[in-house]
């Protein structure tokens, strides 16, 4: 169970990069980094693991291993969303000895995030399902595959996620 609320909280972390990015004025596609990004990305992934992650007295050293390797510049090159996620995934899982943690960028869901209303007393925007997305779960019997009475009167529930529809 403890997995599952890992990797439930881990796909939140999703979420983290997309209201952050700056686009390039070119009027280009490919996401830019700077360094305000960066430490704005830093600084929600640390609130993100303050307020929801399974394992708080691992947050300290997560926080203290990704500050220090912002404030050393040890992200100052990266300039690709791919190459920081990638290198946020791998602080993350060293720092919290936890291969569950992982940093992504989705475009699709950033502009999502970008077009929603902001919601003012939230400070990490989310969005409702979409209406593909409510179909999914509900084909997926939001992801409940079984249930089972074990012998010695041992309830056995195999939920693969919670769905939250609100």
């Not at 179909?135 to 195999?158: P, Q």
Request: charged share 25%.
């Amino acid at each position: 169970m403890k997995n599952l609320i890992r990797k439930l909280f881990l796909c939140s972390i999703i979420s983290l990069l997309l209201p952050s990015i700056v686009w390039s004025q070119a009027g280009s596609t490919t996401p830019v980094l700077d360094s305000r990004t960066r430490k704005q990305i830093v600084e929600n992934i640390i609130r993100h693991l303050q307020t929801k992650y399974v394992v708080p007295e691992k947050v300290k050293d997560i926080e203290a291993a990704l500050r220090t390797k912002l404030q050393n510049g040890g992200y100052d090159k990266i300039e690709t969303t791919s190459q920081f996620a990638s290198a946020l995934t791998q602080d993350l899982r060293t720092a919290g000895s936890d291969l569950h943690l992982f940093v992504v960028y989705d475009p699709a869901l950033e502009k999502a995030l970008l077009a929603a209303p902001p919601t003012p007393s939230v400070k990490l925007q989310e969005l409702p399902p979409s209406a593909e997305r409510l179909v999914e779960m509900r084909e997926s019997n939001y992801d409940f595959h079984k249930l089972e009475l074990l012998r010695g009167n041992i309830g056995y529930l195999d939920l693969r996620s919670f769905v939250d529809l609100d």
